[in-house]
């Protein structure tokens, strides 16, 4: 199996997303994979592979702004979460998907806790990956000083960003191949740092995570959080709270993981997202 990398146009913009299908036809709900920052669809391309193999289509888009996606101009997008909501539900309704599960990971991939919580209808299952949690979660400084003017403008036109933020998150080294990956659109055009300023200035962390703290304990639908133990820059004890809040949520954690999980672990947590959505779905 191979991954396929696609394309739709939603509206004025253009989706940039890999894809993965098993070879037989089945009614398992397809899954959508929601990258954080500074990241993109790629993050997930070692996982992908596992789903297929058990009967799963898998797709992981980049965001509008990021990876290889549309990179609007902040005066025709405004890069904050209610927007980025709706893109997602734009592009559900471009995809004809009538009900899905959902797997996130890190700012910005909460975005999707968000849309989950309002479209608990169209969510087969929901995974989180070290994400914020919590009116308690802030923006690491590595992240917040992107936001700040004329030197957020200058750090974000620098694509080693990328080796260094990812690199620190997950506390291990990144193959040069992949990094290669994670650089391009940044050695392709400004427009992906000026996207990435204009995400960070807008994400609107505060209020993104009241609309979690208090939706995420009452959610109906089956949520596994997977946690890598060693985030430095997200706690565990407020996946801890969450999962003890709803008997639907479940925790797992990853002791020598820190905040991308999905770059070092990826067999590991490969096999709890399969066994996890198997086993609600037999």
């Known amino acids: 199996m191979t991954i396929t990398e696609e394309s739709i146009e939603v509206g004025v913009n253009k989706w940039f997303y890999r894809q993965l299908?098993?070879?037989?036809?089945?009614?398992?709900?397809?899954?959508?994979?929601?990258?954080g920052l500074p990241s993109m669809g790629f993050t997930w391309c070692e996982i992908m592979p596992l789903l297929a193999e058990k009967g799963f289509q898998a797709i992981?888009?980049?965001?509008?702004?990021?990876?290889?996606?549309s990179k609007?101009?902040?005066?025709?997008?405004?890069?904050?979460?209610?927007?980025?909501?709706?893109?997602?539900?734009?592009?559900?309704?471009?995809?004809?998907?009538?009900?899905?599960?959902l797997v996130v990971?890190?700012?910005?991939?909460?975005?999707?806790?968000?849309?989950?919580?309002?479209?608990?209808?169209?969510?087969?299952?929901?995974?989180?990956?070290?994400?914020?949690?919590s009116t308690n979660a802030k923006l690491p400084w590595k992240m917040s000083q992107w936001g700040i003017p004329f030197v957020g403008d200058m750090l974000t036109?620098?694509?080693?960003?990328?080796?260094?933020?990812?690199?620190?998150?997950?506390g291990f080294v990144i193959s040069d191949q992949n990094l290669d990956v994670y650089r391009?659109?940044?050695?392709?055009?400004?427009?992906?740092?000026?996207?990435?300023?204009?995400?960070?200035?807008?994400?609107?962390?505060?209020?993104?995570?009241?609309?979690?703290?208090?939706?995420?304990p009452k959610f109906?639908?089956?949520?596994?959080?997977?946690?890598?133990?060693?985030?430095?820059?997200?706690?565990a004890s407020d996946a801890e709270t969450l999962a003890s809040s709803n008997p639907r949520i479940e925790l797992v954690k990853l002791n020598e993981a820190k905040h991308y999980p999905q770059e070092h672990f990826p067999q590991e947590v490969g096999e709890l997202i399969v066994n996890f959505l198997r086993r609600q779905t037999l």
């Not at 036109?157 to 933020?165: A, C, E, G, K, S």
């Not at 109906?220 to 706690?235: E, F, R, S």
């Open 21 to 35: 299908s098993p070879e037989k036809t089945n009614d398992n709900p397809p899954v959508l994979f929601l990258h």
């Open 60 to 69: 992981a888009p980049d965001w509008l702004g990021h990876g290889f996606s």
């Open 72 to 101: 609007p101009d902040p005066r025709d997008f405004p890069y904050t979460p209610d927007a980025y909501i709706q893109a997602l539900e734009a592009l559900i309704t471009a995809l004809e998907w009538e009900k899905f599960s």
């Open 105 to 133: 990971q890190g700012f910005l991939g909460s975005v999707g806790i968000n849309y989950a919580l309002r479209n608990p209808d169209k969510i087969e299952r929901l995974i989180i990956l070290n994400a914020p949690l």
């Open 157 to 170: 036109q620098d694509p080693l960003l990328v080796d260094r933020t990812l690199e620190g998150g997950s």
């Open 184 to 216: 391009r659109p940044f050695l392709q055009s400004s427009s992906a740092g000026r996207s990435l300023v204009a995400t960070i200035k807008n994400l609107k962390l505060s209020s993104s995570m009241a609309e979690l703290e208090s939706g995420l």
């Open 220 to 235: 109906g639908v089956q949520t596994q959080i997977i946690w890598g133990m060693a985030d430095p820059w997200l706690v």
